[in-house]
């Protein structure tokens, strides 16, 4: 019986043991076309048939707030679920008022939609809180709402002492230098609001106390300013993972924040790195920027680099190439897109730094296919552990040389393909393609397949 009520999307199951409601809700097949909107609410009796089951739930999913008027006459303090360990409450902010409802003592995880008032009350009350996830829903391009309640946010999270994981919008740096001394904290993910890059960043940032423990560190931001702010003035000695999806990233911000993580005292601990940026190209580097995978070469245990954002391959040749492979021995996954700048990387200086990297698994970048310096039967080089290949953004010349190439060094690659949504000009991607079809026939062939023409898939 504990089981079958441990773990609730909804209250109406629990509504359904109340004998004035059960023949409403389960009079059609389909329970969730009741409605209460015209029902009294819950007597003191009803309230009780309600509670039988409510202290075996440990976790509850609430995404609708259409039945709480039911439980207008409870008083204050009622919790009406006593023993619940995790709770996701994705409500709207008029709603807010009945959150206590749904606060019990032995609460670990509270995921909640609104920065809702009872929120510092969270965070004292229930001491051994662990997991805290605060996503605003807004409806706006920004709601000023959400910039109102951030004080509250960063004053509520500087209460919580057992944090696990924390997942919410930009805090205050009295927040940060709080979370930077909690030994249980081990991921932070911070998202902005469509919109929101509103945030006080403050003239005198102090250098935060070390993360003892931070292994994951995430930002889904706008702009790259409140990240880049973060890790100039924080210690990351054991950071594993450090993600990065931001709308906008002009060249300059890539430049400092390429640096700043190369700073963060985390390189004998970071093996995944994840930036990318959807945005349109802001800013050109000089002859006198420095190429950001250069940045990267301090982190020898990197198993997983993904750069998306543009000029991220700026000056990346041959030589580079080689450099980056000999320091990242345990990489098996690559992959670096940028459509601003020219490839320059050619197979000879491709085949030369693969072995380099004997673990490398996924390989997605582009490259100068339209030069064949190599002549495939007389290298003996084969990298059979490459699994998936992507090099579809780069030009080619001629595709049957190009596929023989690829068929004598990856046994393991039956098709180059782009998992992805065409990049770039529409009229790019088309050509681009068209060569890649042909170069694929061609591999069809040498892998006795019978081949197929694009028109035919």
Known sequence: MDLLWADMHGIVPLLGCVTRLHPIIYQNSKIYLWSSQDIEPLSEHETSQFLRHATRVRSLHLTSSKHFHLFANLPTETCIFPSLFSLSFIVDRPHAKHLHLFLSTTLRRCNLSVIYPDLKYIATRFAALEHLSVEPLSIGPFDDCIADDLPLLSNSVRLCKQLVTLCCPPLDWAAWKHISNLPTLLTVEISEPRGGSHWPLGLDTPNFPPFRNLTGLFFYVNTAAYTIAAIQHSELPVLQEFVMKVSVLPWAEAEQLCRALSQCKAIQSLKHIDITSAGPTVGEPSSSSLTVITQFFCFNQLRTLQLDFPHCCFNLDNNLLLEAMENWPYICSLELVDEDTVPTVTFRGLFTALPRCPSLRRLDMSMDAVRIDIDPTAESFQHTTIESLNLT??????????????????????????????????????????????????????NGREPQSPESE
Do not use: C, K
């Open 393 to 446: 953004r780069s030009r080619v010349a001629d595709p049957e040389a190009v596929a023989r190439i690829l068929f004598s060094m990856f046994p393991h690659i039956d098709e180059v393909t782009d998992p992805r949504a065409p990049w770039g000009s529409f009229a790019m991607a088309i050509y681009s393609q068209t060569q890649w079809d042909e170069v694929n026939m061609h591999l069809n062939i040498l």
